[in-house]
C-alpha cells in the first residue's frame, strides 16, 4: 500500500504542475491574440480548439495506455504539453498561436489515463476518495497558474516569453520527475482486462434514464455558461477598466481561489443537509447574478463582485451535478455514465467559447447575458430532477 500512496502523490505532482502551466497561459491568451489582430470569434475559436482536440485525442489516449501502458502516455503528455509551451513563448502571429493550442490540446489530454492509474493502483473501495486527487490538482492548478502567469508577464511585458518558457520548464521537470519515480502501474499482459468507455453503450443508458438525461442536460447549460468566461474575462478587463495581462492572471486566480473554497468546504458541509438538487438550485443563483453584474459593471470593485458571487455559484453547482450523475445509476455503471457526462462537459467548453466571443464581438456584455440565461434555462430543467434517496447513495 505504501508503494501505491508513494505513486500517487507522484501522480498528484504530475498533473498539479501539468494543469499550472495550462493554468499560466489561459488568462494571457486572450489579449495576445487580440495583439496579433483576433476578434472576439477568433479569440473563442482559440479556446474552443484546445477543448475540441482534447475531446477527440482523449479516448485515444486511454486506448493506446490501455495496450502500452499508462506510464509511456503520461510522459507522452507532459512532453507534448512542454512543446506546446515552447510554441507559444515563440508564438508571433496568430496561426501559431493556433498550432501553439492544438499541440497543447493533444497534451493535455491525458487527464482520462492519469484517472486509469489511480484505478490501476487503488482498491475499488477507496477509488473514489483517490480519484479526489486529480479534482484537487485542478483546483490548485487554476489557482497556481492564473497568479504565476500574472507575475511572469510583467517579465516580457506584451510577449509571451517568460510565461511560455516558464510553462514548459515545469513540463520538462514535471516530465523528468515522472521518469525518476513513476513506475508502470500496469502488469504485463494486463491488456485485455481493462474496460474502456463505450461511448454508444453510455449514450443507451443516458436515453434511458430520464434523471441521467435531464442531469446531462444541466451539465452541458451550466459548463457552457461558465466557459464564456475563458475567452472574455481577460479582454473584458481591458476594454473597461484598462487591466492588463498581470491583472488577468490575478482575476482568474480569484476565481479559482473562491470556486475551491466553495468545492472544498462548503459543499462538503452542505450537501449532507440539503441534498445535491437543492444546492444546485441554490447555488444557481449567485452563479447568474454574478455574470449578470459582471456584463453590466462600470466599477472595479462592482466587477470583482460579480466575479466573486460566479466562483461561488460554479463551486457550488459542479460537485452537486457530478454528484446527481454518479448517484443516478448503479455502481457498476459509474464508469460509463460519468465518462459520457466528461465528454458532455468538453462538448461544452468547445461551443461555449466560441459563442461567447462571437458575441463579445456585438457587445461586450453579451458573453455573460448569455451565461446568465444558460443558467436560467439549466435551473429550470434542474427543477424536474429527483434528489436520490438515502439508498442510492
Known sequence: ?????????????????????FGIVLPLLPLYARDFGADGLLTGLLVSIYSLVQLVMAPVWGRISDRIGRRPVLLLGLFGSGVAYLVFARADSLAILFLSRIVGGIGGSTIPVAQAYIADVTPPEKRAGNMGLIGAAFGLGFVVGPFLGGILSGLSPGAPTAPGYTAATLCAANALAAILFLPESRERGAAGRTSRFNLPASLALAVSSRQILVTLAVYLLITMAFSTLQPTLSLLASERFTMGTREAGYLFALLGVVSALVQGGLVRRVVP??????????????????????????????????????GVGYGGTIPSILGLLSRAVQPERQGATLGLGQSVGSLARVVGPAMAGALFDVRLAFPYLAGALLIVAGTLLAGRLVQPGPQTA
Open 1 to 21: 500500500m505504501r508503494g501505491g500512496d508513494h505513486r500517487l502523490v507522484v501522480l498528484f505532482f504530475t498533473v498539479l504542475l501539468d494543469l499550472v502551466g
Open 273 to 310: 443537509r440539503t441534498g445535491e438538487r437543492k444546492l444546485l438550485l441554490m447555488s444557481a443563483f449567485p452563479f447568474a447574478s454574478g455574470l449578470l453584474v459582471m456584463g453590466v459593471s462600470e466599477t472595479v470593485p462592482m466587477f470583482l463582485a460579480g466575479l466573486v458571487l460566479v
